[in-house]
């Protein structure tokens, strides 16, 4: 497990714990109070907190924490299916399993590792998962923060079969927001977009930027690399950075299917939103002995934010 940045204690900077169903979690901190926290059931984040101890990811206050069920909430990976859009269940399997820290992974640029805490998380196909999904891979994953408090999670998927397979593959991002009626998404104006709640119907988007006032499920394709939320109530801009994932699912249950689902409070949909880089529309393919990288970047900067060309650069966008 990798986990300093180079002017400061790093065993202060990673901590592991065990949740109260005996499941490690890693706690990843930075020099001025930000923190991260991965559990190994799913790989799964579970909170990323500001320099002010600001939680920025939604967990719904009914989420259920017991091996094998997904937690509502965090980012979840969602591998080799997201959705429902094939034999699998929702959303694949490698959120349910028990992943394991990774001490020896491959090297990944060294500007994923300087100045940064970070943990090596690593899941290999087992039997079980074989006999609903009959392809043998290895699921590294690099979760990172940054000085500043960047969150960055870095996928990579190896096909250790002995013939080609493909997949979905999303990270299933739930933000924290003050009320969804005051948030707006900008950067993917004009892009086609499925919509999940007219069976996948191919339409365009017509509006400036995107607001809530109904149910959203939409797959928006072939979408730039950067896409920004602006939470106007807290003067907060997430800026999510994406690479490997050329589209985006923007969702909201909203009011009557918040009803229908029992780990979901029926008003959480207020305060909540999920965005999500994807590679859905055509799924990855993978020869064997190939491999795949999918990398997300948030950040979450003070309101006033926009596409500052320099900014992104500054951050490797």
């Not at 096909?159 to 739930?174: L, M, R, V």
Request: charge should be negative; charged fraction near 25%; glycine fraction near 8%.
């Amino acid at each position: 497990m990798g986990h300093y940045a180079a002017v400061w204690d790093d065993k202060a900077a990673t901590e592991i714990t065990k949740d109260w169903n005996g499941i490690d979690q890693v706690l990843l901190r930075n020099p001025h109070g930000a923190s991260a926290k991965i559990s190994l059931h799913g790989g799964q984040v579970i909170s990323w907190r500001n320099d002010q101890g600001e939680e920025l990811l939604f967990t719904s206050n009914k989420a259920i924490f017991k091996h094998p069920k997904s937690m509502r909430g965090g980012i979840q990976i969602c591998y080799p299916q997201f959705g429902d859009c094939g034999s699998l269940d929702q959303h694949g399997f490698v959120r349910n399993k028990i992943w394991v820290i990774d001490e020896n992974p491959p090297p990944l640029h060294s500007n994923e590792s300087f100045g940064k805490s970070f943990v090596d998380l690593l899941l290999k196909s087992s039997e079980e998962d074989l006999k609903q999904w009959p392809h043998s891979f290895e699921f590294r994953l690099r979760v990172s923060l940054a000085i500043d408090g960047d969150l960055t999670l870095i996928s990579r998927v190896r096909n250790i079969n002995g013939k080609p397979f493909s997949f979905s593959f999303a990270y299933h991002t739930y933000l924290s927001v003050s009320d969804i009626s005051e948030v707006r998404v900008e950067g993917l104006e004009t892009l086609d977009y499925l919509d999940n709640l007219s069976k996948r119907e191919l339409l365009t988007e017509q509006g400036d930027a995107i607001t809530f006032e109904s149910e959203m499920d939409r797959t928006y394709l072939r979408s730039p690399k950067v896409v920004a939320v602006l939470d106007h109530e807290r003067k907060r801009t997430y800026v999510i950075g994406k690479e490997g994932l050329p589209d985006t699912v923007v969702w909201n249950p909203w009011e009557k299917k918040s009803k229908t689902m029992t780990d979901f409070g029926d008003e959480e949909y207020k305060s909540m939103l999920c965005v999500d880089g994807a590679a859905l529309e055509r799924p990855i393919t993978l020869k064997p002995g190939e491999e795949w990288t999918g990398k997300l970047m948030l950040t979450a900067v003070k309101s006033s934010f926009c596409f500052d060309q320099l900014e992104l650069q500054s951050k490797g966008f």
